[in-house]
T-cell receptor
Framework: RKEVEQDPGPFNVPEGATVAFNCTYS??????FFWYRQDCRKEPKLLMS?????NEDGRFTAQLNRASQYISLLIRDSKLSDSATYLC?????????????WGLGTSLAVNP | NAGVTQTPKFQVLKTGQSMTLQCAQD?????MYWYRQDPGMGLRLIYY???????DKGEVPNGYNVSRLNKREFSLRLESAAPSQTSVYFC??????????????FGNGTRLTVT
């Protein structure tokens, strides 16, 4: 089993739809989690951190389920500009440092 | 608002040539990273520098060297380029590499082709 797994998609949704992505991780000792957005041929950009109690930023909601070992990203009222690849990152303890494990990403296409 | 700046944006090398990718950040971050991204492989860590004066190997260090020149700058060198090093390279920085809650900020990337 991969350390971090994401459904690659693509997810094709109409404007205004609600879409959700999951990201599963295998190490129950994982410490923190992030969602990044990557546009085609661009660098990854931080979308949001994922907090234990869940957190919301405008149309975006991130949740953590430690029992089932997954994080989720919910996008409400999808816009054309939301079309991108969404990467999850899981942070683990690595002695004096930390280890970031990246998912391969989920591709989202929002259609007019 | 420069953030993380990488140069060059594009580069074509012949097999065996050498080059250095430059990276600088103006956010006063302690930690810096070099990743490569290939289709189907995702982001893979080449080297990182947890703080000024230290560097460590990541997941795929072979064929690369790094220098943390000062707190701002972290360069990646390919001594003898190989076609397998054709990739998109990203530099990143974070405020505290040891903090679980410190996210990475990426540069624009360098598209390298080795023929």
């Amino acid at each position: 089993r991969k350390e971090v797994e994401q459904d690659p998609g693509p997810f094709n949704v109409p404007e205004g739809a609600t879409v959700a992505f999951n990201c599963t991780y295998s190490n129950s000792a994982s410490q923190s989690f992030f969602w990044y957005r990557q546009d085609c041929r661009k660098e990854p950009k931080l979308l949001m951190s994922v907090y234990s109690s869940g957190n919301e930023d405008g149309r975006f909601t991130a949740q953590l389920n430690r029992a089932s070992q997954y994080i989720s990203l919910l996008i409400r009222d999808s816009k054309l500009s939301d079309s991108a690849t969404y990467l999850c990152v899981v942070v683990q303890d690595a002695g004096n440092n930390r280890k970031l494990i990246w998912g391969l990403g989920t591709s989202l296409a929002v259609n007019p | 608002n420069a953030g993380v700046t990488q140069t060059p944006k594009f580069q074509v090398l012949k097999t065996g040539q050498s080059m250095t990718l430059q990276c600088a950040q103006d956010m006063n971050h302690n930690s810096m990273y070099w990743y490569r991204q290939d289709p189907g492989m995702g982001l893979r860590l080449i080297y990182y520098s947890a703080s000024e004066g230290t560097t460590d190997k990541g997941e795929v260090p072979n064929g690369y060297n790094v220098s943390r020149l000062n707190k701002r700058e972290f360069s990646l060198r390919l001594e003898s380029a190989a076609p397998s090093q054709t990739s998109v390279y990203f530099c990143a920085s974070s405020a505290l590499g040891s903090s679980y809650n410190s996210p990475l900020h990426f540069g624009n990337g360098t598209r390298l082709t080795v023929t």
